[in-house]
């Protein structure tokens, strides 16, 4: 069965420091999306991608959060300047066009120390 | 905006039990998902079930949509289903895509 993958599944980083989370959506889905879960609360949508574009954001996802398709299949989540309340598990989806199913990948650890 | 409360918050099975959790949903959902985050965070796909029943092994899921719940049948409980089960609704937004909203999970806890 076709399955979105995340990598790396567990990322230590320095506060300030860079980093990108990688995500390969299955092959015939348009829709793309990044969701965050701090420890012990919800998942909370961050943000959706289409047509090479940001489709919709959440209030969390501000300048210091981008996204992108850069080679037609991986779709990457990049943190500029990483802060101690960006640790959390970062999840990927992709859904069909006109379909409301997600499917998620198993989701990368980010620890900013 | 879209509402997702689960019932209940914390729930302790022995092996073997069975046990149902209830997914109550705002007007504005027309989607429903249930998924289980297991003890290493990760985040499993179980149902996608807008409407009806749908069975896969000793789970199931029943979605009454006209009445706005959803509840998650487990059967002869193991101790690998413990986790966080969670039920996300989504509401078509107009530009494309779904966005989930997340319910707050019930955590299971099965003990041999």
């Known amino acids: 069965e076709p399955e979105v993958t995340q990598t790396p599944s567990h990322q230590v980083t320095q506060m300030g420091q860079e980093v990108i989370l990688r995500c390969v959506p299955i092959?015939?889905?348009?829709?793309f999306y990044w969701y965050r879960q701090i420890l012990g609360q919800k998942v909370e949508f961050l943000v959706s991608?289409?047509?090479?574009?940001?489709?919709?954001k959440s209030e969390i996802f501000d300048d210091q959060f981008s996204v992108e398709r850069p080679d037609g299949s991986n779709f990457t989540l990049k943190i500029r300047s990483t802060k101690l309340e960006d640790s959390a598990m970062y999840f990927c989806?992709?859904?069909?066009?006109?379909?409301?199913?997600?499917?998620f990948g198993e989701g990368s650890r980010l620890t900013v120390l | 905006g879209i509402q997702v409360e689960q019932s209940p918050p914390d729930l302790i099975l022995q092996e073997g039990a069975n046990s149902t959790l209830r997914c109550n949903f705002s007007?504005?959902?027309?989607?429903l998902q249930w998924f289980h985050q297991n003890p290493w965070g990760q985040l499993i796909n179980l149902f996608y079930?807008?409407?009806g029943t749908k069975q896969n092994g000793r789970l199931s899921a029943t979605t009454v949509a006209t009445e706005r719940y959803s509840l998650l049948y487990i059967s002869s409980s193991q101790t690998t289903d413990s986790g966080v089960y969670f039920c996300?609704?989504?509401?078509?937004?107009?530009?494309?895509?779904?966005?989930?909203?997340f319910g707050k999970g019930t955590k299971l806890s099965v003990i041999p």
């Open positions: 989806a992709s859904s069909v066009p006109g379909s409301g199913e997600l499917f």
């Open positions: 092959s015939n889905h348009l829709y």
């Open positions: 991608f289409y047509n090479n574009e940001i489709s919709e």
């Open positions: 007007d504005s959902v027309n989607n």
């Open positions: 079930i807008p409407s």
């Open positions: 996300a609704g989504t509401a078509y937004s107009g530009a494309g895509s779904y966005q989930l909203t």
